[in-house]
């Protein structure tokens, strides 16, 4: 039994209005150096905030912490998702093909980029890298399945 876990398609064009504004905030955060704001700190959860091997038989704490980096990342982070994981409007056996075959692809550029990194980059501009990064996996799939889908309908005509 086929099971298709995907999005109605209107969750696409949601996904497009949202990724403009979480992408230049997040673009903000990362090119003006400024991961921890100082505009407004609220009282969160925190696990383990000083490190894994800390003394302490606590785990969660509560700290003081701005939450535009986090608001920003998981609205960038839900817009990928709701692009990447919506139904066309033609969907198909093809394009779930594509679909595969664009994961894949995106899958292993990742995974070069982040070997790349992880041997190359060090100190905070690591910590910027792996900001990037997470979201990378993301971008080079919605690139690639809408090259190869653009590619197969001009094919088709």
Not at 82 to 94: G, N, Q, T
Request: hydrophobic share 55%; proline share 4%.
């Amino acid at each position: 039994m086929y099971k298709n876990y995907l999005l109605p398609y209107r969750f696409k064009r949601i996904g497009i209005w949202m990724f403009f504004p979480f992408c230049a905030a997040c673009v903000w955060l990362l090119l003006s150096g400024v991961l921890d704001c100082d505009l407004l700190k609220l009282p969160a959860i925190a696990i383990c905030p000083d490190g894994l091997m800390t003394d302490s038989d606590k785990l969660l704490y509560v700290v003081k912490n701005d939450p535009i980096n986090e608001i920003s990342m998981l609205g960038l982070l839900v817009s990928l998702c709701f692009i990447a994981l919506s139904k066309e409007k033609d969907e198909d056996e093809m394009t779930g093909h594509i679909r595969m075959q664009s994961f894949v692809w995106s899958f292993w550029v990742t995974a070069a980029v982040l070997a790349f990194g992880i041997l190359f980059i060090y100190g905070i501009p690591f910590i910027q890298f792996a900001f990037a990064a997470v979201f990378l996996v993301f971008i080079l799939y919605i690139v690639k399945f809408n090259l190869a889908m653009r590619s197969v309908r001009r094919t088709d005509r």
